[in-house]
């Protein structure tokens, strides 16, 4: 990984095109073992000019001014040193949103993707559903759930009031500022109401793997919003509990867990009373999201032994 100090040929000469900065970053980006040097080139070329990648291809002999070649090289010392591109840009693209980030939210993985995928199958003909999202840090998974069912209304709660405030914006400037309400909270104690939908993120990273995670994660996201404990499971065994206290009858439970947690969570879940647990793969196979089912009604029901856990693409 390239340091700063040695980054000299990062210094755009003064008659730089749009298409030399864009190919001496996608190299510098490659030497340094980015994963989509050249997508990234782009992307930070753009944030730096503020010109579209469309603009970048219709004129691309287009010479970059004095701040646009300056701007341009503090953005790439900043990803060589692997500081995440949305960090550095301030936007995430999450399930088609524009999501904006902060300083104590995590940066949404494409990985999250299906628990927002799994989620819909599982309200799919819901008429209004009431969503409650745990954790919500920027609101990308509420919000996203929101833009896919247009009927529905939800809450986002996190321990963090920056979360919260980043959270509320991304909604207002998204539009859905009038279906969406967020709040501080401990997970969900607390919270009132009974809701049909109820999805989380929680932090569940086992404390001693964190410095071992790339850097763009252990060195830049929120530790609180990583560190699952000793075992990982930490917050599952608050949240869980809580969640089946505020399900609507019949209502769904979906959480995000590690590949390696799925029989882990799904104990926890099947004791606390919840049926129904099945297990989602992401697109590399690994075990990604859990659903359960709470019961249709308040009466006493048997609970699905962990054995039934099932696992589904």
Not at 62 to 74: F, G, I, K, Y
Not at 139 to 167: K, Q
Not at 208 to 214: K, V
Not at 295 to 302: H, L, N, Q, R, S
Request: glycine letters at 10%; aromatic letters at 4%; one cysteine or more.
């Amino acid at each position: 990984m390239r340091a700063p100090e040695t980054a000299t040929d990062l210094r755009f000469p003064a008659s730089a095109s749009l298409r030399e900065a864009r190919a001496l970053l996608a190299r510098a980006f490659a030497e340094a073992g980015l994963d989509a040097p050249a997508l990234e080139a782009r992307r930070l070329l753009s944030a730096a000019t503020r010109l579209s990648e469309e603009d970048q291809l219709r004129d691309p002999a287009r010479e970059l001014s004095a701040d646009q070649r300056d701007t341009l090289w503090a953005f790439a010392i900043r990803r060589l040193n692997r500081e995440p591109l949305g960090r550095i840009v301030g936007t995430r693209s999450f399930y088609g949103l524009d999501i904006r980030l902060g300083d104590q939210t995590l940066e949404p993985r494409d990985d999250s993707e299906i628990l927002v995928t799994t989620a819909l199958e599982r309200i799919a003909g819901k008429r209004s559903p009431r969503i409650l999202d745990a954790g919500t840090g920027s609101g990308c998974l509420l919000l996203a759930l929101l833009a896919n069912a247009p009927g529905a209304w939800g809450m986002g709660i996190d321990v963090s009031a920056g979360a919260i405030a980043t959270a509320r914006d991304n909604a207002m400037r998204l539009g859905f500022g009038d279906r969406a309400a967020f709040a501080v909270g401990d997970w969900l104690s607390g919270v009132a109401g009974r809701f049909d939908l109820i999805v989380a993120n929680p932090p569940y990273v086992r404390r001693g793997d964190i410095a071992g995670l790339a850097p763009e994660v252990s060195r830049f996201d929120p530790r609180g919003a990583l560190d699952g404990g000793i075992d990982g499971l930490d917050h599952y065994r608050v949240l869980v509990p809580q969640a089946l206290e505020c399900l609507a009858a019949g209502g769904v439970l979906v959480l995000e867990i590690g590949a390696d947690q799925a029989d882990m969570v799904g104990a926890l879940v099947s004791a606390a009373g919840l049926e129904d647990v099945v297990c989602v793969r992401d697109l590399g196979g690994r075990d990604r999201v859990l659903t359960a089912r709470g019961p249709d009604c308040d009466a006493a029901y048997d609970k699905n032994p962990l054995g039934m856990l099932t696992r589904s693409r």
